[in-house]
């Protein structure tokens, strides 16, 4: 005859974190169900999950894969080849989502076999529980290992099913089941608020009936949603009847009042329920033991009970600071004070002092939800601080840095469009200034003002300092002004620092014209066009001389393709000058005019001596300048 069950209860539910790291198999269980199973994920938020999904999704393909165990009991073979299988499957899950390779989870599962027992079997902290009349016959005891932390503190963790080490699994049958006994199966999540005296106690008032066991139910629910972190999921499975007949047991546990005088069915008592202890196993408190100690008489004076009294009250305040101190040294104490610390930072504004609080915080050895909210707020200040430098260089006017600037606070939030739509803008602008800065530079190349042209071509070279065309412009003028040339490495340097210091090293600035000298005036015609042709000739050499065969500006004019134009030499063509032009035309003469010589005032007693003769140039068919 097999062994039969009621209608079995099943309770899964959320703890206080924000994540589900448990799993119960079948979700609605009947009388008929002969296989359950529990899991719990570890390991994080992402990882918890997919643990305690992975593990219980492994190990029931293997069981309804395999029908060997449906004829006879589970045993310690069966049972290691349901993990290994298991094993290798989280393995080649983790080969396809590298970032999840420390997933691991516990199990514990029971099936009723064919001859009416129970096998129970059971990987990690997941426990199972058979109870009769208020008293625990059975329980699987927790597989641990012992690590050492970075402190030297020797830490226990619970074993689990994961794909770099293989786990081994414990498997008991149980023969001696009964009706009215319970199974009862429950991941940490109800093991860390019930220790095995209040499941003991819980139990004993226990009659049989529907209602007294939703009540045991509602009362696990309610602390647990109390006092537990994690998530706590159970099955409360009651034995209807068994092909096993009663024996004799020495009992092993004395029922406490309440499993004597139960309550009224469908209640229980709850005076009793305290806060249980931190203790995973559960301790059983033994009986206390007196010891009487006969201490001599002895006679206390007034100045000796001065002396007692402040030696245990400097015992207790240096006992008070002791504790103090162990316990404001805990990584999590820590953790939430440096966080406290980068608020009140953060409202003030100093953003840098923030950001230093929170890398504290990260160097310590905290949990990884934790760690997830201290990067987040990280991250968030320092887009704040990289947000506030840029607004700092618009209003020093250096739009290259505000673009950096910009430019990082958008590698820490690539969602933000706020800051996208400031790049993009800061990017029109500093397109614009450049052309403004070329334009006025071929101005000024026109009028033979190569210095201020320079400037403004090294203001130009700061904001695309990749431009060879701008490097060539600048090498010109330092030519026109009979200056050496100069590298490009050294060109974007002294841009660099002009934009940053407004100042100019000795190396780029123009050397001071030579003392003027006074010309006596002349009235003649003649020289005066002489002159004009003399500047507009050397003007146009200068220029056709930089221009041949290059293209000056890179940039679009409102000319078409006028900004791209090769400009060619000769007695008459076009001269290109970015998005200007001027058409040029000329006839040489068939002498070169004579130049004409002009004798400086003596300083002799500020006499004024009569100017020499002037040579009349050749006539020339060139028209003076407009």
């Known amino acids: 005859m097999l062994t039969t069950t009621k209608s079995p209860f099943v309770v899964a539910e959320s703890g206080k974190q924000n994540w589900n790291d448990n799993v119960v198999y079948p979700s609605n269980p009947s009388s008929r169900t002969q296989f359950y199973l529990i899991s719990s994920g570890m390991g994080g938020h992402e990882k918890s999950e997919a643990g305690a999904k992975l593990v219980a999704q492994y ?27 298991a094993e290798r499957r989280l393995q080649n899950y983790i080969a396809e989502n590298p970032r999840m ?20 079997g059971w990987i990690g902290n997941c426990r199972v529980y058979h109870l009769r009349n208020g ?63 209040h499941i003991r106690y819980l139990f004993s008032q226990s009659d049989g009936a529907d209602a007294t066991n939703q009540a045991i139910i509602q009362k696990i629910k309610e602390e647990c949603s109390k006092s537990s972190q994690q998530d706590y999921s ?94 404001r040294s805990k990584p999590e104490n820590l953790f939430v004070d440096y966080i406290k610390n980068a608020e009140t930072h953060n409202q003030a504004g100093a953003y840098d002092s923030a950001i230093s609080e929170l890398q504290k915080a ?18 968030a200040n320092q887009q704040h601080l990289a947000e506030r430098e840029a607004k700092s260089w618009l209003d020093k006017g250096n739009l290259l840095k505000a673009k950096a600037s910009y430019e990082a606070a958008y590698r820490l939030d690539s969602s933000n469009t706020g800051i996208q739509k400031q790049i993009t803008e800061l990017i029109g602008t500093i397109e614009t200034e450049k052309k403004k800065l070329m334009l ?94 003399k500047r507009r000739r050397q003007q146009d050499d200068s220029i056709n001389s930089f221009y ?7 940039y679009p004019s409102n000319g078409g393709n006028a900004g791209m134009s090769t400009v060619r030499s000769g007695s008459e063509g076009t001269v290109n000058y970015g998005v200007s032009s001027t058409t040029i035309k000329r006839n040489e003469p068939s002498s070169p005019p004579t130049r004409t010589t002009v004798t400086p005032i003596s300083p002799n007693n500020g006499t004024q001596v009569q100017p020499a003769p002037v040579e009349t140039p050749p006539p020339s068919n060139e028209a003076p300048p407009q």
Not at 60 to 68: H, R
């Open 101 to 120: 390779f420390d997933t691991e989870g516990s199990s514990a599962f029971m099936q009723i076999n064919d001859d009416g027992s129970i096998s129970i």
């Open 548 to 554: 041949q065969g290059n293209t000056y500006n890179s």
């Open 362 to 379: 990260l160097s310590l050895d905290i949990s990884d939800s934790l760690r997830q909210v201290a990067t987040q707020k990280l991250h």
């Open 234 to 327: 159970f099955f409360l499975i009651p034995i209807e009847k068994t092909p096993f007949v009663a024996t004799e047991r020495k009992q092993t546990h004395i029922p406490t009042p309440a499993a004597v005088n139960r309550a009224i069915t469908g209640q229980i008592k709850t005076s009793t329920v305290t806060p249980p202890p931190k203790n995973p196993t559960g301790a059983i408190e033994m009986p206390r033991r007196e010891f009487k100690v006969e201490l001599p008489e002895v006679n206390f004076n007034g100045r000796m009970l001065r002396n007692i009294f402040i030696g245990l009250g400097m015992l207790l305040v240096v006992g008070g600071l002791l504790y103090y101190a162990m316990q």
């Open 59 to 85: 190990i029931v393909e293997f069981f309804e894969k395999s029908k060997s165990p449906e004829k006879k009991r589970l045993g310690q073979v069966y049972v290691n080849d349901a993990l290994r299988f």
């Open 135 to 197: 008293e625990i016959l059975f329980r699987t005891e927790d597989h641990v290992t012992s690590y050492w932390d970075t402190k030297r503190n020797n830490l226990f963790k619970p074993r689990a099913i994961n794909a770099s080490d293989p786990a081994w699994a414990s498997v008991s049958t149980l023969t001696d089941v009964l009706a009215g006994d319970y199974l009862f199966l429950c991941t940490p999540g109800v093991t860390e608020v019930f220790d095995d005296r």
């Open 440 to 533: 006025s530079a071929d101005s000024l190349l026109k009028k033979g003002q190569f210095d201020g042209a320079k400037s403004l071509l090294l203001d130009a070279l700061y904001l695309e300092q990749s431009n060879q065309r701008i490097f060539k412009a600048i090498n010109y003028c330092n030519l026109k002004m009979q200056q050496d040339t100069i590298s490009y490495d050294l060109a974007v340097k002294e841009a660099v620092e002009k934009a940053e210091t407004g100042k100019r090293s000795l190396a780029t600035q123009s050397t001071p014209p030579p003392a003027s000298v006074t010309l006596p005036s002349v009235d003649s015609t003649a020289i005066k066009a002489a002159q004009a042709r």
